[in-house]
């Protein structure tokens, strides 16, 4: 079946535009989740949601950083203002059930994310 | 603070070889730990999930251990392949919010 898609794979935005990132989930996940990978270093949290409700956003950098799933099902991470420093990866995951259930969070590639 | 520490950046290893990875935490008591395989520009693939109350945990050429009072996990590759060349993630514990290491980059010679 069809996983996680994350578009655009890549983006290119001058410092100061704003950004908006996508994902598709894997049809009928409850759990959603953004991280964001820099070089070298594995994904950081970013947002969490189970079905529309935003139950944890303590990893969100700046209040630049906005995220939202309306319908419980695609997902939208918004970056306002962007900053070379918002230059990275962002990866978007997907899990079957709620977080409590200790499930394997299925991934998308990714959105190279390069501030000009 | 809260640290998950992956051995080494990267280890090489001969074809045929076992590979040995290590994740070591401090000021976490997860209830388990996942490791993950990430291949560049793509996402990381989930590989296995051990629980806190198991001790090792196979599939197929894979093995993992969790010790908690050690506060260490061993991610195991048996007869390693060039095709098992990729970064390995741990991960800790998503009862709040997943916290990954930072990785191991293993590559395999043939």
């Known amino acids: 079946g069809a996983g996680v898609s994350q578009s655009p794979r890549y983006k290119v935005a001058k410092r100061g535009q704003d950004v908006a990132l996508r994902c598709d989930p894997i049809?009928?996940?409850?759990?959603l989740f953004w991280y964001q990978q820099a070089l070298g270093q594995g994904p950081e949290f970013l947002t969490y949601f189970q079905n529309e409700a935003q139950l944890d956003k303590s990893g969100l950098p700046s209040d630049r950083f906005f995220a939202e799933r309306p319908e419980g099902s695609v997902s939208t991470l918004k970056i306002q203002r962007t900053q070379q420093e918002d230059s990275a990866v962002y990866l978007c995951a997907s899990s079957l059930k709620q977080i409590f259930s200790n499930q394997p969070q299925h991934f998308g590639d990714g959105t190279r994310l390069s501030i000009l | 603070s809260q640290k998950i520490e992956q051995n080494s950046e990267a280890l090489n290893i001969q074809e045929g070889k076992t590979a040995t990875l290590t994740c070591n935490y401090t000021?976490?008591?997860?209830?388990?730990l996942q490791w993950y395989r990430q291949d560049p520009g793509r996402g990381p693939v989930f590989l296995l999930l051990?629980?806190?109350?198991?001790k090792e945990k196979r599939k197929e050429r894979l093995k993992v251990t969790f010790d908690t009072t050690l506060k260490q996990s061993l991610f195991h590759i048996t007869a390693s392949q060039p095709a098992d060349s990729a970064t390995y993630l741990c991960a800790l514990d998503p009862l709040t919010s997943m916290r990954f290491g930072a990785g191991t980059r293993l590559t395999v010679k043939p």
């Open positions: 000021n976490y008591s997860p209830a388990y």
């Open positions: 051990i629980r806190e109350n198991e």
């Open positions: 049809s009928g996940h409850v759990s």
